[in-house]
């Protein structure tokens, strides 16, 4: 089944859809994006992804409107794309103009929409647990808009994986954790749940929202308060990642020291089988 692109109003091959050169997103990033995962070819809380791009928008002063009827694009492609475990990735970009700092009224965004296969994540990965490291967040301290200005998190993502970690964990100048570059963090500390706060810090994650009514259904206690990198290697008993790809990933070490036992934890994975069940229930597959 085909992997397709959405750009503007018309649905093409991926390699035929090109933006042109002084779009705003290209120069400047001037753009936002969201990753909405395909269960059975069903998008996954679509409407809270658009939501969040939609409060993105009014941060940033862009006319998402005229961006047209995200819902009905991203049904459309898809349907169109008619894959099964994939991805829809969504960025609206601010227009095309010749280039400007200064924020030009009346453009029409740059729509572009594309349909992926997604390698499912080997159940032997989470069974196994993954390995982090952690690194700076250097990114704005805007971090509940999904923009597509990635530079730090790329570089630390990169790092990341190349020495084996599934992503890299970020901490402010305090040692305060945010999360981390494609995904939240948890830990459990004293049989509680803990996670940074949804403010300007952090994206508020789809998947960290499924994790914590997860926790509710679960009568699992969680708070979300900030927590440093010193009691996460002191005081958490286990520890995991939220995102879209890997919905709840246990994390077993940080910097190479272990966390709790250095296995995945029981929680994180009663939240993995609970998160499951939601997807199972809304897209009729997991
Ligand atoms: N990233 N934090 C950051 C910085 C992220 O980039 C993401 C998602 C998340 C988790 O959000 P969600 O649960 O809605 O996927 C948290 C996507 C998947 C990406 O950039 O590819």
New binding site residues.
Partial sequence: MPELAYLNGEFMAIEEAMVPVEDRGLQFGDSLYE?VRLYGGEPFRLGPHLDRMRRGAEVIGMDLAAAGDLDEIMQELALRSNLDTAFLYLQVTRGVCPRNHLIPEDLDPTVIATARKLEAIPEEKYSRGSVAFTRPDLRWAR?DVKATTLLP?IMSRSEAIKRGGYDAVHYEEDGTIT??????FFCVIDGVIRTHPANER??S????ATVLECAEDLDIPYRESPFSIDELMEDATEAFF????SEVMPVTHVDGEGIGDGAPGPIAQRLRAAFRDVVRRETGSA
Avoid: F, K, P
């Avoid at 999360?179 to 939240?184: A, F, M, Q, T």
């Avoid at 994650?205 to 960290?208: A, D, E, L, P, V």
């Fill in positions: 990753v971090r998190n999360e981390g570059s494609v995904s939240n952090i994206l994650g789809i998947s960290r939220s995102d879209t790809y």
